[in-house]
């Protein structure tokens, strides 16, 4: 059900008010969100998802499935069971976010002068993962074809502008952002503005960097997903395998909850990328694993 809204709420998230000192301190000891990064590096075995992918690609596949659509599914459904990932911090306040978005990068061609677009993808509690890849695949398509999207107009028209104008540009749009007044029609478009950032860098063979953080806009949660490869794993028994792993590379504001809290998330996020089939149960539905 949805909340009614409050003073002190924004359009795109509710204000939180029943949080401890120590974090509601943090937004003036730490104003940027530059200032408040964590990085974390995670290998995860992802011979199971291959296999998934694999079998599910098979002669009379509907559509073809990647890691990648698997990867942002098991994304969307841990932060919705770990809704403090959710959060995010503006004008100095901490806010529930209204909805869960993933944002990613579409290229048109895999060129180096190749026209680099934003897309931004909402997750809803109903969704499963052949929905998730059906959606990626239509809006990239949409995308790739040329069909404009709302920030689109505003990037024009900052081009145009001469030097001076887009700085008075920029520190307007700084200030609507900082007391949540960006148009709607803009942030709805903005990968500063979605839950998380992916970027699938293991599609052009490199494997996963730390990506900071921006301080414009709301994101919170900076992914970076490496390449597939072979890496020896010890597996329960004490024993070394070679198996198909990837690594990602995983950078959050620390203001929005704890450290612990974070440590229980990775984990999480290991079942879900190691299990895949739990990905079929839609997103609100909980595979049962402790974390």
């Known amino acids: 059900m949805k909340k009614k809204k409050r003073w002190g709420d924004r359009k795109d998230g509710t204000r939180v008010r029943d949080i401890d000192g120590l974090h509601a301190i943090m937004t003036n000891l730490f104003p940027n969100r530059c200032d408040a990064e964590v990085y974390i590096q995670e290998q995860f075995d992802v011979t199971n998802v291959l296999k998934y992918v694999e079998e599910h690609n098979g002669e009379g596949a509907e559509f073809k499935m990647t890691p990648f659509h698997l990867f942002v599914h098991a994304l969307g459904k841990l932060i919705y069971h ?28 895999f060129e180096d002068k190749s026209e680099e677009l934003l897309l931004v993808m909402p997750i809803d509690e109903n969704q499963t993962l052949n929905d998730t890849c059906k959606t990626i695949i239509g809006d990239a398509s949409d995308l790739r074809d040329g069909k404009p999207v709302g920030i689109d107009s505003a990037f024009d028209f900052y081009m145009k502008l001469p030097r001076f104008g887009q700085r008075l540009f920029m520190q307007a749009f700084r200030i609507m952002d900082f007391h949540g007044w960006v148009p709607e029609s803009i942030t709805k478009d903005d990968s500063n503005y979605a839950t998380l950032m992916l970027s699938n860098l293991g599609s052009v063979k490199c494997d996963a960097p730390y990506h900071h953080l921006n301080n414009y806009g709301t994101t919170s949660i900076m992914v970076t997903i490496g390449e597939i490869h072979k890496a020896p794993v010890l597996n329960k028994d004490g024993e070394t395998e070679i198996r198909d792993v990837v690594n990602f590379g995983i950078t959050l504001d620390e203001r929005i909850a704890d450290g612990f809290y974070f440590a229980r998330c990775v984990k999480l996020l290991k079942e879900y990328i190691e299990h ?12 049962g694993y402790d974390y």
Do not use: S
């Open 82 to 109: 770990r809704p403090l990932l959710n959060r995010f911090i503006q004008g100095r306040r901490i806010y529930d976010r209204n909805e869960i978005t993933m944002a990613f990068v579409v290229r048109r061609k």
């Open 276 to 287: 895949p089939e739990c990905l079929e149960l839609p997103v609100k539905e909980d595979p």
